[in-house]
């Protein structure tokens, strides 16, 4: 694990001793809504399927690469263009010291629009999956290179009791081959180089090739126009996370157009 990964996961940790401080694992239990969900592995899967691009639109205000990405930020605003804009799913960054999101922003989100949510964060505690669901989230992104293959399993096995859906985030050719050996059917790649921030869009493009069939891949990071989506579609990719080239955009709806070559 790369010296950020460590730096942020390490003021997760510290986070979440003052958290649980307030409000227990066991408080927590007895808060968690009904096993309702607004499936976005089903949409995945589907898109994968038939063939239909869907992009889950990320909103985040800042991040260690590109430092603050908008100003005026009002999170449930930017949902509600996306999802008049086209997007199948939302993903919220709720990391708050490095990416200046906010876990709340989940529930505020939630009331005002019906596609499903993505909890994007550094899970490292089954604490957070219980507090994922409490805030509305329908699923969550657990990232291979700060979480073991049995940290996986068991982060997994316990979004499904209470409802939630998962995304295995991967970078290498060795994370996704774990991801592979865990079996679940949704694997994000991600074209960031977790060491220096560097993008590179090629990374999903030879690491598809290592994917048996079965499987719903995710590809994100660097995808800024539709000849990325097509050449990703090429190479049996249909499902997109997009965050930054739409939140820096003058026209939301225009930029999902162009994504879409509507």
Known sequence: MDELLKDICQKKKYELEMTKSKCSFQTLEKLLPKKNNRGLKKILNDSQKNKNINIIAEIKKASPSAGEIIKEYVPEDIATQYEKSGAGAISILTESS???????????????????????????????????????????????????????????????????????ETHSENEL???????????????????????????????????????????????????????????????FLIGESILTSKNIQKKFDELLNK
């Not at 989940?106 to 949510?117: D, G, M, Y």
């Not at 790649?189 to 060491?195: A, F, P, W």
């Open 98 to 168: 490095f990416f200046k999101g906010n876990i709340e922003h989940l529930s505020t989100i939630s009331q005002k629009t019906n596609i499903p949510l993505l909890r994007k964060d550094f899970i490292i505690d089954e604490y957070q999956i219980l507090e994922s669901k409490i805030y509305k989230a329908d699923a969550i992104l657990l990232i291979a290179s700060v979480l073991n293959d049995k940290q996986i399993i068991k982060f997994i096995k316990i979004a499904d009791e209470i409802g939630l859906d998962c995304i295995i």
């Open 177 to 239: 081959k774990r991801a592979i050996n865990i079996d679940y059917p949704i694997i994000g790649i991600n074209n960031r180089n977790l060491n220096n921030f560097t993008v590179d869009i090629n990374n999903t493009l030879k690491l598809i090739k290592k994917v048996p069939n079965d499987f719903t891949i995710v590809g994100e990071s660097g995808i800024k126009k539709f000849q990325d989506i097509r050449l990703y579609n090429d190479a049996g990719v249909y499902n």
